[in-house]
């Protein structure tokens, strides 16, 4: 693109314009097939795309076109923008650096970004310095960094418009997720779920970086901007006032955890965000009971719906209440319209870390499903759908085994059933699909103290493949699936060696695309789950495969870069706990596979 | 609170099945601790890096490494000090660094290179109380005596022959 200052000028009377409907640009640009311009693909969360020059019958012939080094060795999560600009925006892990790459001269630098950032933030990160992507609205990139500053960059220039403070890494915050821009605000959340940080959401004004609102995800109603005449859990007002302090311990919500670091989703019609909340604090159950009997910690692990305007809560709904084994909230709220016991209903489905599909109805926050899709979890039978409650074993329980006692065999890990790794939504086959992870752990809570800025977990944990069933890959460690959010069922599973840790893309050319930790990119069948092309990159993939169109052109775009948690904990590979003490790993060791090392990868069809 | 693990109970030099067998001949039991071992083995007082396993069990400091390490380093270091995509592996570092080196990092922190950064352990008491049971407890590992996961504690079985009244 040219930089003639008439063009800037004109490009910011634009903004100007546009002040009172930001998003209206985010919202065009989400209904062009050809771009990609939010990190899911769009406000639903769906990572759908029309395009179909790359489909079922040719995918075969996909080949990459150029690749890109970050320069960067971390975990690479999130992927590329593509607003039609003819460029693609990436990220990096920390340091955070941002790309401008063009398009049309295979990966030539534009601009670039680098913050600069007191590394000593590096180690307050739980589990690898990663990042899972930039946010665009009307020429603005905006970026969370890793040291708790909001930025939003000129997309034209890389020029610094504002900065903002949304925390304290001396305290244990950080921040890693996706910014998504609703209206005129940018909304944002931290992490810091293992330091005792208080989870917060928090929007900004895209135009100057002043925060607009901010919702705590535990406290009084008024922090956490709840009414509880109004706000509804399971479709019914909450009624008691305060929850956020009375389901916990003298003081302890203070430091509850409750990071809404995953990912947000936004229904235009309903002007409704939705997110998740991550763990309560210490791993260590016990530390968060009342009067030595379990108590909810709200409102952590609960899928909020609040309007983006003000920040209130419209309903809440707890998935789950006292967490025993670290199952963060914060899986993706896929926005789907479903046809459920033979009504058309605004739906929003889960593929949770629980290792249950749920089924919500995102207007009133009713649960309509609750299904394992990943058949080993057992911390749970089943949930009631009625109080919203699961039916927690006893047996695996590890508040009732108790304080140093080591609880074993627990399915799923805290890793989850699944992690960040978005899943995508076809409307055309009316299912989901997902990477998961098909690993187990022995968990044993320990007393911790709570210190400023130090990880506040209370429990170790040691991690094992989950047990097989006849058919599946002897040792596997993580699926590919498609997943029946109304039916609660599993229509097609693909075992991969490890946790499937990327985020998938489904096609109108009947394809669904996954990455796995090894380094495939890998096509297949969006019926059948026929695996149809895979192409091995650098490293191990734990970003999202974005798809966009220029100029006639279908791409195909993945960051590699193995890391996360996913690296940190497979890379050795799992004990097996059948094996006696010092016998060999019978089990897969990520580090045998893959190497660190931030890639970009663009992929067409040769002839396209 | 922090919970500060008792100090090493069985302070043995790295023995070998035969010095252990030794031992348990002479019927030392862990709550006997340091003193008597010292005077049966004629061993000089123990030092970081020593640990004691028979038949896959430890003594309580090296069982205690395994826990601190467990909490406090696996989270880069990945699990049973193998390292990760994040951190390397302490298993390695152990054998190649001497206690004074391998604690010094530990209380210090390393900055390797810009975004390559280990903290400082300097105000984790907890983790400051274990540098020499971790030391203990990587050393096992590297020398190969003892596997993945979490060990069992020798004094167990002394506990369990105690009941048997095999002991003198």
Known sequence: ?608 | MILTRTPRQLGVDVLGTLGIMFLMATGVTAQAAGNEVEKASSQPVAGPGDYTVINGKVDQGTYDGYIAYTRSCMACHGPDGLGSSFAPSLIQAAERRSFGDFSHTVASGLEIQPGRVMPSFADDEYVLNNIENIYSYMKARGAGDLGRGRPKVIEEEVAANKNNGEQD
């Open chain 1, 1 to 608: 693109m040219l930089r003639y200052p008439g063009l800037v000028m004109t490009a910011a009377g634009l903004m100007a314009a546009s002040l009172a409907h930001a998003n209206q640009n985010q919202l065009d640009l989400q209904q062009n097939p050809d771009f990609w311009a939010t990190q899911l693909g769009n406000y639903q969360g769906n990572r759908y795309s029309q395009l179909d020059q790359i489909n079922r019958d040719n995918v075969q012939d996909l080949r990459a076109q150029w690749q890109f080094s970050t320069g960067v060795l971390r975990g690479h999560e999130g992927g590329p923008l593509y607003v039609g600009d003819g460029r693609l925006y990436i990220h990096t892990p920390f340091p955070n650096k941002v790309f401008a790459l063009d398009l049309e001269d295979e990966g030539r630098i534009v601009w670039s970004y680098e913050p600069d950032q007191d590394s000593r933030v590096i180690p307050v990160y739980c589990c690898d310095t990663v990042n899972r992507g930039l946010a665009y609205a009307d020429g603005k990139l905006f970026l969370n960094q890793g040291d708790n500053t909001v930025i939003a960059l000129d997309a034209e220039s890389g020029e610094l418009l504002w900065e903002a403070e949304n925390g304290d890494h001396t305290e244990g915050e950080t921040m890693t997720m996706s910014p998504l821009v609703v209206h005129d605000k940018v909304i944002v959340g931290n992490s810091g779920g293992e330091f005792g940080v208080r989870g917060h959401l928090t929007a900004y004004n895209v135009e100057t970086g002043e925060m607009e609102w901010r919702g705590y995800s535990q406290g009084s109603d008024d922090e956490v901007l709840l009414d509880p005449e109004t706000t509804t859990m399971l479709g019914e007002p909450i009624g008691e006032a305060d929850l956020g302090i009375s389901t916990w311990p003298e003081g302890e919500w203070e430091r509850g955890g409750g990071a809404p670091w995953g990912w947000v989703t936004y229904d235009p019609e309903l002007d409704l965000i939705y997110y998740g909340t991550g763990n309560p604090g210490t791993w260590n159950p016990e530390q968060r009971t009342i009067d030595g009997e379990p108590a909810d910690n709200k409102w952590a692990i609960t899928v909020f719906a609040r309007d983006p305007n003000t920040g209130e809560t419209k309903w809440v709904y707890q998935k789950v209440p006292f967490d025993e084994w670290d199952y963060d909230g914060v899986n993706e709220n896929q926005l789907i319209d479903v046809e459920f016991e033979g009504e058309q209903r605004k739906g929003l489905a889960i593929i949770d870390r629980t290792g249950f599909g749920f089924l919500m109805d995102r207007e009133s926050g009713e649960l309509l499903v609750a299904e394992k899709f990943a058949p080993e979890t057992n911390w749970a039978d089943s949930y009631d759908l009625e109080t919203g409650r699961p039916n927690v074993s006893e047996e695996f329980s590890t508040f009732r085994q108790g304080v140093d006692v080591n609880t074993t065999n627990i399915c799923p890990t805290a890793m989850g059933a699944k992690n960040m790794q978005p899943s995508a939504y076809s409307p055309e086959t009316g299912l989901l699909y997902a990477g998961i992870n098909r690993i187990c752990m022995n968990y044993e809570p320990f007393e911790t103290e709570y210190v400023a800025g130090q990880p506040y977990v209370g429990a170790t944990l040691t991690m094992m493949p989950a047990p097989t069933q006849e058919g599946d890959m002897e040792g596997r460690m993580g699926s590919f699936i498609a997943w029946d959010p109304v039916a609660g069922e599993t229509v097609w599973e693909i075992d991969e060696r490890f946790a499937v840790w990327s985020g998938a893309l489904a096609t109108a050319g009947d394809l669904a695309f996954y990455g796995t930790l090894e380094g495939y990119m890998k096509a297949v069948d969006i019926e059948s789950g026929e695996e149809l092309w895979r192409f091995k990159t650098p490293s191990g993939i734990i970003g999202n495969i974005n798809t966009f169109q220029h100029e006639g052109k279908q791409y195909i775009g993945v960051l590699s870069g193995v890391g996360g948690w996913a690296g940190i904990g497979l890379a050795a590979g799992l004990e097996d706990p059948e094996e006696g003490l010092g016998a060999v790993s019978a089990f897969s060791a990520l580090k045998d596979y893959t190497e660190l090392g931030g890639i970009l990868t663009v992929f067409a069809l040769p002839d396209a």
